[in-house]
């Protein structure tokens, strides 16, 4: 019964931190395509539009990684589980860490922009904040489709046989 609530827990939570980032994938091409440059700074930068990405997407980041390496323990004794709850917290640490490595220096760099004129460098800049976004996405969507492979191919969970 234990793996079957990590199991659950598991998926809400790593559902719950590949939202936002599917989300920012999901906007992305209008932001890039679409939006001036000072609708973009508006936006994105001076008035908050991501703020509950980080106050909410941080600590459910960190959650999903939590999660999918107590499901993996849990899961020691059946190999295919285990080797999927595995790969789910790797995927979603490394989601992570590629966060904070790609898009946490644009968030330092956003952080110094003022009001008035745009930035002689607002294209690169956006360009890698929003590229990097997209990498998190592929490596949490990853890590969320190996997490539920772990659950379905659980002994304890759904049965990949057919009914007798």
Known sequence: MMRVIWGLLALVVTALSLG???????EALPRLTV???ELWRETTVFNGQFRLF???????DVGAILVTAVLAYLMRDDRR????????AVFFA????IWFAWVAPVNTVLAT???GPIPEDFHAIRNRWETGH??????????FIATALSVLLSRSGIS????A
């Open 160 to 163: 990949a046989r057919a009914p």
């Open 134 to 143: 997209m990498v998190v996405a592929s490596v949490k969507l990853a890590g």
């Open 20 to 26: 936002p980032s599917f989300a920012h994938v999901l």
């Open 81 to 88: 589980s285990f080797w999927c709850a595995l790969a789910g």
């Open 113 to 115: 922009w003022k009001p």
């Open 54 to 60: 980080a106050v909410i997407g941080g600590p459910l």
């Open 94 to 97: 490394a989601s992570l860490a």
């Open 35 to 37: 939006w001036s440059p």
